[in-house]
């Protein structure tokens, strides 16, 4: 690397933080926040700062290595690309392209080489035996975008900087600064909500570090999130505080929510989930009262046995209550590599149970399993 400062992206995790890497006769002499970054302002985390012993480390491979009789051998970069386009097409020819598995991990999706490139590759390869991480994380995430905005990779995100009230259920992004919602500093910028006189409310089993920055938090018993959205619902509609906002046009079915509600009152969950029912309106309330405020679940909501219902009842109650495509809640976003309009399903919207697994017979998901 030649001397001086070179800015770059962290891409370890999804804040992508901008960072200055100051190179001094060819080594790294400081890794710094970048002040000019839009999204970051200059916040990074010690696991940046930590990447220059990653890239001094004596043990980092510098150059592709292959496994052979007597050890380890490194090979230059073109005969190493040579090498695997060699075994892929031979691998393909002789057993057919479903021999080929492809797993895929999160930075892939924190990296913009990766995401330009990706979608060609595996158009390429064209293997079925697609995974990745996503199905331990978000998959009830995507599953009510396709149902609800007409495209699974479609995520509408919290407004942080703009939000007066941020309801956080199953969610830490003190610890994963934000997590399909990217968030760098989030205690930064959960600290000028609370300047502005705005609140951050969690929901956890646990008191997580996002928890402890709250203005309000409820313990809830694992797993019963779905109960508590539906009695959030239930309330909206016996309190009247039903004000579909923007997204009125996705709520046409509104009725048939407020029928399926009826018998979840906040008495009915309330020693299912551990929180009092005077606790579940007051929160609804809360949500349905305050212009600018927002309600974000996550991996808590997500991993777990009503995951796909839960998180699509905290859409719904957004909707309903107006804090849907609109400044201040959630917001659809406008990516500058948009995975969307690029076609990123082959052109197609999103899918699920298209074909099954060979042995457990599990539905694929978007083309994955
Ligand atoms: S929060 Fe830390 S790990 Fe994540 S992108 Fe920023 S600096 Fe990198």
């Not at 995520?155 to 610890?175: E, K, S, V, W, Y």
């Not at 996002?210 to 019963?224: N, V």
């Not at 046009?249 to 509104?254: N, R």
Request: aromatic share 6%; net charge negative; hydrophobic share 40%.
């Amino acid at each position: 690397m030649e001397n001086g400062i070179h800015y770059r992206t962290c891409h370890l995790c999804e804040a992508m933080c901008g960072v200055a890497i100051e190179v001094s006769n060819g080594k790294i002499t400081s890794i710094k926040g970048d002040e000019d970054d839009p999204l970051s302002q200059g916040y990074i985390c010690p696991k940046a700062v930590a990447l220059q012993d990653l890239h001094n480390d004596p043990d980092r491979l510098r150059k592709p290595v292959r496994r052979t009789d007597t050890g380890w051998q490194e090979m230059e970069w073109d005969a190493a690309f040579d090498l695997v386009a060699q075994k892929l097409h031979q691998t393909r020819s002789e057993f057919g392209r479903n021999s080929i598995g492809v797993y895929l991990g999160n930075p892939n999706v924190h990296n913009h080489g990766s995401l330009v490139s990706t979608l060609p590759f595996l158009r390429a390869i064209g293997s079925q035996n697609r995974f990745s991480a996503t199905s331990n994380d978000q998959l009830p995430h995507m599953l009510a975008s396709l149902e609800m905005f007409g495209h699974q990779i479609l995520f509408p995100i919290p407004d942080i900087d703009h939000t007066d009230l941020f309801i956080c259920i199953g969610a830490n992004p003190m610890a994963s600064n934000g997590s399909l919602m990217t968030v760098p500093d989030f205690r930064g910028r959960i600290k000028r909500l609370q300047g502005r006189g705005g609140r951050l409310i969690v929901v956890d089993p646990r008191c997580t570090e996002t928890g402890k920055l709250a203005d309000e938090f409820h313990f809830i018993r694992p797993g019963s999130d779905a109960l508590l959205l539906m009695a959030m619902v239930n309330t909206l509609f016996a309190e009247d505080l039903v004000e579909l906002g923007p997204a009125e046009h996705l709520a046409k079915d509104a009725d048939l929510l407020r029928l399926a509600a009826l018998a979840f009152t906040p008495e009915a969950v309330s020693d299912h989930t551990g929180i009092t029912a005077q606790t579940i309106r007051q929160l609804t309330r809360q949500l349905a009262n305050t212009p600018k405020a927002v309600l974000y679940s996550r991996m808590g909501t997500s991993t777990q046995r009503f995951g796909g219902l839960a998180t699509w009842l905290a859409y719904c109650l957004n909707i309903l209550t107006g804090k849907l495509d609109t400044p201040g809640a959630m917001l659809f976003t406008q990516p500058a590599i948009d995975l969307v309009s690029l076609g990123a399903l082959g052109g197609q919207s999103g899918h699920f149970g298209t074909r099954h697994s060979r042995v457990k017979g599990l539905p694929e998901f978007g083309g994955e399993y």
